[in-house]
T-cell receptor
Framework: GAGVSQSPSNKVTEKGKDVELRCDPI?????LYWYRQSLGQGLEFLIY????????KSGLPSDRFSAERTGGSVSTLTIQRTQQEDSAVYLC?????????????FGPGTRLTVT | QKEVEQDPGPLSVPEGAIVSLNCTYS??????FMWYRQYSRKGPELLMY????GNKEDGRFTAQVDKSSKYISLFIRDSQPSDSATYLC?????????FGTGTRLQVFP
C-alpha cells in the first residue's frame, strides 16, 4: 500500500517568509510525528499527533513553528518568518497508534533551504 | 551528555564482511530499541525493533540488546554494496523516538 507522502520534496525560501510543509500518513495510522534532521545530526523530535490532538509539542524550537492535523489524516507544519537556522530536512512519520510509536514509518522528507 | 550515543563513522568494509554497529544510551526506562537504515536523500526505513533484552534475527541482520550495559548492536552478515547507507539507532520513550546521530556505512566491492 501507499507509504507516508510529503510535499514539497524541496523548498527554497527567502529569510523572513512563511512556509508550509505537508504530510499525508499511511491510511489508518492514527499517530503522526514530525522530526527535523539537520546536516550531520540525528533526527530531532518536533511534535506528535494522536488523531487531531497534539499531546506533545515539546520539540517545537520556537513559537514560529506550529502544526495542525485535520480529519485525523493530513498534517501541516508551518514555519513563520523563516531563519537560516531552519534549513534542514523535515521528516514526517506515522504509526498505527501512539502506543505503537516504536514502529514508525517515515516519509521521504522535505528539504528546506532558507537563503 | 546525549541520551543516545552513536559513533558517526564512516565505517568502510569490503563486500562480504560482517559489520557491527553500536549505540549506547543512558535512560534505563527505554524498552523498545529500533534500527533504521537511511539512504542518501531518502527517509529512514525501519529495519527491525527489539523489545527489552535479547537478540532478534531477520535475514542477514541481527539486533542485540544488553540492558544491563545500556548497549545495543546491529550485525550485518555478508555485507553488500547495497547496504551502504546511514544506520540510525532509536529508542522508544513514552510517545516519541530518541535517535542516535547515525553511523555512515560504506561497503566496497
Amino acid at each position: 500500500g501507499a507509504g507516508v507522502s510529503q510535499s514539497p520534496s524541496n523548498k527554497v525560501t527567502e529569510k523572513g517568509k512563511d512556509v508550509e510543509l505537508r504530510c499525508d500518513p499511511i491510511s489508518g495510522h492514527t499517530a503522526l510525528y514530525w522530526y527535523r534532521q539537520s546536516l550531520g545530526q540525528g533526527l530531532e523530535f518536533l511534535i506528535y499527533f494522536q488523531g487531531n490532538s497534539a499531546p506533545d509539542k515539546s520539540g517545537l524550537p520556537s513559537d514560529r513553528f506550529s502544526a495542525e492535523r485535520t480529519g485525523g489524516s493530513v498534517s501541516t507544519l508551518t514555519i513563520q518568518r523563516t531563519q537560516q537556522e531552519d534549513s534542514a530536512v523535515y521528516l514526517c512519520a506515522s504509526s498505527l497508534e501512539a502506543g505503537g510509536a516504536y514502529e514508525q514509518y517515515f516519509g521521504p522528507g522535505t528539504r528546506l533551504t532558507v537563503t | 551528555q546525549k541520551e543516545v550515543e552513536q559513533d558517526p563513522g564512516p565505517l568502510s568494509v569490503p563486500e562480504g564482511a560482517i559489520v557491527s554497529l553500536n549505540c549506547t544510551y543512558s535512560n534505563s526506562a527505554f524498552q523498545y530499541f529500533m534500527w533504521y537504515r537511511q539512504y542518501s536523500r531518502k527517509g529512514p526505513e525501519l529495519l527491525m525493533y527489539t523489545y527489552s533484552s535479547g537478540n532478534k534475527e531477520d535475514g542477514r541482520f541481527t539486533a542485540q540488546v544488553d540492558k544491563s550495559s545500556k548497549y545495543i548492536s546491529l550485525f550485518i552478515r555478508d555485507s553488500q554494496p547495497s547496504d551502504s547507507a546511514t544506520y540510525l539507532c532509536a529508542m522508544y520513550n513514552t510517545d516519541k523516538l530518541i535517535f542516535g546521530t547515525g553511523t555512515r556505512l560504506q561497503v566496497f566491492p
